[in-house]
T-cell receptor, first 116, second 114 residues
């Protein structure tokens, strides 16, 4: 089954304790991206990657890091989480085709993070 | 210029009604306008999309109307059903440098009642 898998789905942590949210896709997509969803603010892009070893900032990258060492994986790293990073996070992937990047985005089911 | 303004924030309609969700933009470089549907506890999924060279696109009960001169586009759901209750996001894409970028509206929470 084609899917984007995120882990963990739920996490409660404390300020300053480093954490990683993993994302893996099995569709051989070149493009991967992280979004955060907050009430009234919609989906905001954190980082994206056009391919292995190619990453770039989205609209709200502060406090986050990413890496793309393999095509299928795109982990999101919070080196020193703060309460304002409490949010619902989505990983998404897409083919790069037809001059449209991203094309149809396939989203994971989300990771709800609470930073105390 | 990168924003897409979406309204209303929430919407309640009765079964069979026609909810309409509106989006407006300023950046005339936008060239692709998708709508995503998100059910509670799930990630968004592509519902329907339109290019600015057409004024309307229908897929089943879902229709996008596009007004290029007004820089507005909207989603209509015909004969709405309780199963359509979800959050809907409009989005817009434009080319920058060697890639396109996609920006989302703030979402509309739709509830269809019996």
């Amino acid at each position: 089954e084609a899917q984007v898998t995120q882990n963990p789905r739920y996490l409660i942590t404390v300020t300053g304790k480093k954490l990683t949210v993993t994302c893996s896709q099995n569709m051989n997509h070149e493009y991967m991206s992280w979004y955060r969803q907050d009430p009234g603010l919609g989906l905001r892009q954190i980082y994206y990657s056009m391919n292995v070893e190619v990453t770039d900032k989205g609209d709200v990258p502060e406090g986050y890091k990413v890496s793309r060492k393999e095509k299928r994986n795109f982990p999101l790293i919070l080196e020193s989480p703060s309460p304002n990073q409490t949010s619902l996070y989505f990983c998404a992937s897409s083919l790069i085709a037809g001059g449209l990047v991203p094309g149809e985005l396939f989203f994971g089911e989300g990771s709800r993070l609470t930073v105390l | 210029q990168q924003q897409v303004k979406q309204s209303p924030q929430s919407l309640i309609v009765q079964k069979g009604g026609i909810p309409i969700i509106n989006c407006a933009y300023e950046n005339t470089a936008f060239d692709y306008f998708p709508w995503y549907q998100q059910f509670p506890g799930k990630g968004p999924a592509l519902l329907i999309a339109i290019r600015p060279d057409v004024s309307e696109k229908k897929e089943g009960r879902f229709t996008i109307s596009f007004n290029k001169s007004a820089k507005q586009f909207s989603l209509h759901i015909m004969d709405s059903q309780p199963g359509d209750s979800a959050t809907y996001f409009c989005a817009a894409s434009w080319v920058t440098g060697t890639a396109s970028k996609l920006t989302f509206g703030t979402g509309t929470r739709l509830q269809v009642t019996l």
